[in-house]
């Protein structure tokens, strides 16, 4: 077999194709692999001695000391003080809180924003009572969109409204 160009240059890429993909992904991958397999050794090796256990349990209740000192309250999240707050105003104004979705994460710039999105069902003056206690009250959040709907119930022959609101934490 004669070595002509294109044979020299075909073995010269294969070499240099093998080297690129070595480098960039084959060696990473073993790696990881190693690393993988330390840290699952680690976690293999530990045991969960009483010892150790009662040192976790005097951190926690210190952490516990601490966030009370703090005024923070650990069983209560955004989204509780959330409903709290709808619930109370609801009953002021008389209105209904038909829906409460699942907050909505948005990332963007390495900065996570949730949307929480719920319903209410009720008069149009009620509605906007509320929709003011939110933008009056800062540490709620502030208010992204509202959206009123008007829709017949054509079993009472009555008019309801709707509103889905989607507000933004801070």
Not at 105 to 125: D, H, P, R
Not at 142 to 152: D, L, P
Request: proline residues 1%; positive net charge.
């Amino acid at each position: 077999m004669k070595l002509n160009r294109k044979n020299k240059f075909l073995i010269v890429g294969f070499i240099l194709a093998f080297y690129l993909c070595y480098t960039f992904a084959i060696s990473n991958t073993i790696k990881y692999y190693k690393e993988f397999l330390s840290q699952k050794e680690v976690l293999a090796g530990q045991n969960f001695s009483p010892k150790t256990i009662s040192q976790l349990n005097q951190k926690e209740k210190q952490l516990d000391r601490l966030l009370e000192n703090q005024q923070i309250n650990i069983s209560e999240s955004y989204q509780n003080n959330l409903l709290k707050f709808l619930n109370t105003h609801a009953v002021k104004f008389d209105l209904k809180i038909v829906e409460f979705k699942e907050p909505h994460v948005v990332k963007a710039n390495k900065s996570k924003e949730l949307n929480y999105i719920f319903i209410l069902q009720g008069s149009y003056n009620g509605i906007i009572s509320l929709l003011n206690q939110l933008e009056n009250n800062s540490n709620i959040g502030f208010i992204r969109h509202v959206h009123f709907i008007k829709e017949r119930n054509y079993k009472s022959n009555i008019d309801q409204l709707f509103a889905e609101i989607v507000l933004t934490n801070n």
